[in-house]
């Protein structure tokens, strides 16, 4: 399928700081806001999710601007160095000395989405210093966008080098740096950029080719997979897909069908690295696992920055080379590389993974008492289920009868709380919703 641009009436939804030694990011008050309603801030941070759209939003807008007689810049962080004249991809280095020269204002979109090759904070910390340092005289005429990640920006350590090196406006001699008002209105607005409405999936399906787009967005809503389909990067997925099978079938279906369309089609793309998809779903398993069972979701490329808060990828691949997994890592199932590592793309696709290790972890000799531990425990004399795995164990129960019947005894709601119910046995539904019935009476009444 052919990437073609496919331009959208994007919206950002205002976020705010718990704190000033906030760790996090939430929702703010207030209505989500186009393009125009927030050109004229000059320090905004858009927040957005692995394939959400961000790095092709800011290019076009840097584009729109520029078309518009204004001036206008897109650089990828990673490529600002000391040199700084190849780092313009919308905008030219002579282009930027003339408005240095000017008293016009400009805009500058500073992408981080491509942070593949920064392998230390300390790495942008030099480039948000290096451009800082290069518009110093004109920072005040600089409208400053920064896109990234939520789990890239370091909250109180990224906001105070922003603060530093990008200022806006003359400090207050008076003001108390130490005693800071959280409720005052800070420089550095915080956005996050909003999913996709079902009308504009639509209108992305019908222009990647999708020929009836009211069947295909009916088939996303029956499959509960909008929260998919509000990502781009996942909705360019789904609609390969639909193309391939003509249907999506269950939520289950469609995910298993993801895995192998984007294992298949970005192996292909590593030339150097030639192995047969089962490796790499085998290889996706075991990596699920880990992280599953050691809550690191933080995974190192073979040649990255190791650290023990990271999963080593070579010692749990057995006699892959670091070639291959290098390789795996950079297919469709985790996300953009952020200092020498990654993250798996999708919580659920994730969980459905974990849950093929953990399945064929029961098959072999021995294996049943040790894998049924990692779900079940006895607690006070009690049989429960392990919090941090109740998520992998919603798909869990769809491979495997006897996982499947204890969990189900131990609570019935665990198959409506994740995974894909439609694929349990007709039987089994009917008595899972007799207890959860049940057990909704047996509270009213108590």
């Known amino acids: 399928m052919t990437d073609r641009i496919v331009e959208l009436i994007r919206r950002f939804s205002p976020m705010s700081a718990r704190s000033r030694e906030w760790d996090f990011l939430v929702a703010g008050s207030g209505k989500p806001l186009r393009w125009h309603e927030i050109d004229d801030e000059h320090r ?61 204002e400009a805009w500058f979109f500073l992408d981080s989405v491509d942070e593949a090759q920064l392998d230390t904070p300390r790495a942008l910390e030099n480039a948000v210093r290096i451009f800082g340092a290069k518009c110093h005289a004109a920072l005040d005429r ?46 550095l607005k915080l956005f996050r950029l909003a999913g996709l409405t079902e009308d504009e999936i639509g209108l992305f399906a019908g222009h990647y080719g999708v020929g009836n787009v009211a069947e295909f967005v009916d088939a996303v809503k029956r499959a509960n997979l909008l929260t998919l389909a509000e990502r781009p990067f996942d909705l360019k997925a ?26 298949a089609t970005l192996s292909a793309a590593t030339a150097s690295v030639r192995f047969d998809p089962d490796k790499m779903r085998a290889g996706a ?57 990654v993250r798996f793309r999708h919580r659920e696709i994730r969980e459905l993974l ?45 491979f495997d009868d006897e996982v499947r019947d204890q969990a189900l005894a131990l609570a019935p709601e665990i198959a409506s709380e994740g995974g894909d119910p439609s694929r349990l046995p007709i039987e089994v539904r009917r ?11 047996a509270g009213r009444s108590g």
Not at 88 to 93: A, K, S
Not at 163 to 185: M, T
């Open 44 to 104: 905004v941070l858009i927040i957005a999710d692995p394939g959400a759209g961000k790095t092709f939003e800011a290019q076009t807008r840097a584009q729109r601007i520029k078309a518009r007689g204004r001036r206008a810049f897109f650089i990828r962080i990673e490529k600002i160095d000391a040199g700084f004249e190849q780092a313009f991809e919308v905008g030219t280095e002579a282009e930027f000395a003339d408005w240095l020269a000017s008293t016009d």
């Open 142 to 187: 600089a409208h400053i966008f920064i896109t990234s990640r939520e789990d890239a920006w370091r909250a109180l350590p990224d906001q105070t080098l922003i603060e530093q090196h990008l200022p806006y406006g003359e400090p207050d001699p008076e003001d108390e740096p130490e005693a800071p008002n959280p409720d005052s209105d800070p420089t």
């Open 238 to 263: 789904l609609i390969r897909v639909w193309i391939a099978d003509r249907r999506l079938g269950s939520r289950f279906e469609v995910l298993q069908r993801m895995i192998a369309l984007q294992l």
């Open 285 to 341: 398993r075991i990596l699920a696992g880990a992280v599953t069972m050691t809550g690191k979701a933080v995974i190192c490329l073979p040649d990255g920055v190791h650290s023990s808060d990271r999963i080593d990828p070579r010692v749990l691949l057995k006699g892959w080379s670091d070639a291959e997994i290098d390789a795996l890592l950079r297919t469709g199932l985790f996300d953009d590389i952020v200092y020498t590592s």
């Open 354 to 398: 974990s849950a093929e290790w953990a399945n064929e972890l029961l098959k072999r000799p021995g294996g049943r008492a040790r894998v049924e531990h990692v779900f079940f425990r006895d607690s006070y004399g009690e049989t429960v289920i392990v919090p941090r795995t109740r998520p992998t164990l919603t798909w869990l129960i769809l």
């Open 431 to 441: 008595v899972m919703l007799r207890d959860i019935a049940e057990r909704i009476a």
